[in-house]
């Protein structure tokens, strides 16, 4: 164990004043200067060395910050203009004095951009300048030998990076303004005489300072250290060579050794001849004095001194042991309890600055690392917890921070922890980091090496920015959607030979180019359709005497090429204090094919309405003349043809008969008639197929027979078969003055029309074939119902012609009745079949001549049931039941064979019950002679009420008057 140093000290003055020997002490002393010399070489070395680094550095700084300036345009879009290139290097260039220019360059050579931008140096070719060979895609950044610029014709250092595997961006860095700056690196000691810089194979770059003309120094490529160098002036200086990392480079820095330096050697000479004669007078009177004054003080202090480095701070000194010792060495014991104190106060200082240290930062959103030189994790607040993993700190603690990240991404991190100096903070980068689920999000970061002189440690701040990113994303998408998309956008101002402020690039829409769209003095007037401007300008003014802000309109807009476009405009107004109009901003949106949809959907609903009106005509078994002249209508109104005719073939006589036509001018399309082949119609019949022949005049007259059909002067024209359930019913012509149009949906709807016209023609025929059979039938019936009638009259010994007049008679009382025309019929066949059911009583009791029995009127009042029974099993018959059924039924319930009284009689059966009386007692009878008129007359009078209805009994007498039935 080493004894204290006061202790060493009172042993060696001890030895001194017993020996007595000063050659000794001579020689001591003349180590210590000789160590004194050492301490001062080494002072000089050191110093020299940290100004050379000093100066490194700051030529370093502005490589770098020149190379950092060319990185940054990596991350440009290159897919602009040469001018929009050259701005945004010129943006690059002015951040670094350095940088004289920025030159983005093909693998060819030529120039593509520069900043400061000339136009005349575009298109230059580099590829004869020596540094182009060296350019390689995959190149680290290089510095090139200082060469004069074929731009500027100044001495400047070339730096090159590539930008992409066919691109390079070279930047000139100026020669005078980096020596100025490594000038200013010899404020730092006058001494320094000159400065040189050699690239890694030894070979001089440039130079500056004084003493210029003794060359330069040769220095080993890549060796740090000290020369002495003779030149002309100097005989002896000190070399320093320091090396420069972002070039490769190697510095070096001279300076004279003897200059200022006599006072070392006065001062050491001094010291050999003085220190031995004063030693010996001192230490003998100090002697005495040491222990008491200085040894024992100066142990109790380095007792202390251990403690206090030991981290005790208990104890305090004691000043009455040390009050007897020297004053300094009192002021030395002060200045230690002073110094305890200090480091107590800095000590909970620290710990508190700490706390809140730790404390913000757990408060932070930002997520806060911090790790040792090793990499291994040392401190991480909350924010990091939360966002990589759940577990507590002392879980991570010393693990390494590069498992918080990807693999792939652990490379770029690394190089940017190594490249940074102490002290210094690195750009931000994008960095993903791991979730406790294996997920990943982006986070940008920022790194602090920490440490003075080397690196202990980095401070590592991450923010997560995947909103950012997400925000970012958005709005490119919104900027692309705003340049690129639908809606154009453009602002003018109310006047001004130049009224268009701005308008979006998509303009292009339209066919004009924003330069060429924001020249248009008129632009109202050459962008709006002629047909659509006074109600656009119409609406405008409307909307301004509202003080509207925004209003919508739709119109259509001339391309620049002619073709009309329809836009919907959503219009924005801004107005100054004093109410009138700043600007209109314009928002267009192309809706033709909007429109376009909106006409055809309009066409086919029209078109299918008239399908609708042609069905609904057919369907009603309408007029066949009527139903086509609205099917000649529909077509040409939907179809816009000048003329139309429809034919109609008769196969019993071969021919083809006009029915109707529309828009002609001479011809007479109802008196068309055609033999079978005759004419494009005629051949239509007899091929079945469609003719069509378009904008041929001379050919279509050769073929018209019609009359006035050549005065018409048609040069179109279509015939379509009229076809249905595979016979040919007609013939459909379109005949057109113009050249047509023969789209695809058009011919399709004019075959729907044609097929129509078809049907209705069938239709027709049907209807016809219909209607003659059932008049063949009726008439059948007639002459049956005739039979039965005469032979009813026979059996029965009517007078002749009773059930034809009755029959008559009962229609024209039952129309007077007000029963509807459409129920005569049926009471006509009623009247004449009225005592039908007499057919079913025996002839002994039907032709009895006296009186009938009780059971034989029994038997005769069953007739009306009997001939309900006949008629309904007849459907013919059927509606005609109610007069035989009912006849015999009286008003007042007298009658039979049902007793109905009143209105429960069927009206049809009380009008023939008036006129079945009327006309028994109005001619002769087997068994009576006819009665007077007037006795007939009276009679029915006095039975209104009681055998007739009241109601019908003076209109039968009133019809009586105006139509005499006996004349």
Known sequence: MKPPIPSQLAKILKRMLISRLFVPLFIAMVLVNL???????????????TYARL?????????????????????????????????????????????????AINDQGDVLALAPFEKDVLRWNLSNQPYFSSLRPEMPPLFFTPQYSPFSGLEVVMAAIPLTPSMYLMGEINVERLKARGNMGMLFDNRFTRWSIYDDKGNALLQAGNDLENGFVQPPARVQGFNWISGSSQPLRLATRVNMPTPGWTLVVERAVLTGMGWYVAGTLATLLLVPWLASVLVTQMEKRLNRIVVRPLEILNERVKQLTSGDYSEWISFSTIAISSREIAELASSIQRMQHAILK??????????????????????????????????????????????????????????????????????????????????????????????????????????????????????????????????????????????????????????VEYVSPNITRFGYTPAKFTTLKDFYDILIHPHDRDRVIEQT???????????????????????????????TVSYESNGSVRHFAWYLLDITERKQAELRLDQQIQRLAALQLIDASITANADLTFTLQILLSQLMTLLRVDAAAILRYDVQEHALTGITGDGFLYAEPEKFRLAFGESYAGRIVETRQKIVINNLPEELMQHLVMPGMKQEGFVSFIGLPLIAKGEVKGVLEIFQRQPLTLERDWMDYLETLAGQAAIAIYNADLLENLQRSNEELRRAYEATIQGFSIALERRDKETEGHSRRVAEWTVRLARRAGIPEEELERIRIGAILHDIGKMAIPDSILLKEGNLTDEEWEIMRKHPEHAARMLSAIEYLRPAMVIPQYHHEKWDGTGYPYGLKGEEIPLAARVFAVIDVWDALSFDRPYRPAWKPEQVRQYLIDQAGKHFDPRLVPLFLEMLEEESPFE
């Not at 991350?75 to 004095?97: F, G, I, K, N, Y």
């Not at 409307?542 to 073709?563: I, K, N, P, Q």
């Open 35 to 49: 160590a004194a010399w050492g301490v001062v070489w080494q002072a000089l070395i050191s110093r020299e060395y």
């Open 541 to 571: 003014q409307a909307h301004l005497m509202a003080r509207s802000s925004t209003f919508e309109r739709e119109y259509r807009v001339r391309c620049a090429d002619g073709s009309v476009r329809w836009v919907y405009d959503f219009n």
């Open 55 to 103: 100066m490194a550095q700051e030529l370093d700084a502005g490589l770098q910050d020149a190379l950092e300036a060319m990185q940054a345009t990596q991350t440009l879009d290159w897919s602009h203009s040469p001018q929009a290139h050259s701005a945004a290097l010129e943006a690059m260039r002015r951040t670094v004095s350095e940088l004289d220019r920025l030159i």
């Open 346 to 499: 800095r000590q909970q200082a620290l710990a508190e600055s700490e706390a809140r240290y730790r404390q913000l930062a757990d408060l932070l959103p930002d997520m806060v690392f911090e790790v040792n030189a090793e990499g291994k994790l040392t401190y991480a607040n909350r924010a990091a917890l939360s966002n990589t993993t759940s577990a507590d700190f002392s879980a991570l603690q010393n693990t390494e921070f590069i498992s918080m990240i990807p693999l792939p991404e652990v490379p770029a991190f690394q190089n940017l922890c190594h490249s940074l100096q102490p002290g210094k903070v690195s750009r931000p980068l994008v960095v993903r980091f791991l979730k406790q689920d294996g997920s990943t999000f982006p986070g940008e970061v920022v790194i602090a090496a920490l440490g003075n002189g080397e690196v202990r440690g980095y401070r590592i701040v991450a923010r997560d920015i995947t909103e950012r990113l997400s925000f970012e994303e958005a709005l490119r998408r919104s900027y692309q959607m705003f340049i690129q998309g639908p809606v154009i956008v453009f602002r003018a101002r109310t006047s001004g030979d130049h009224p």
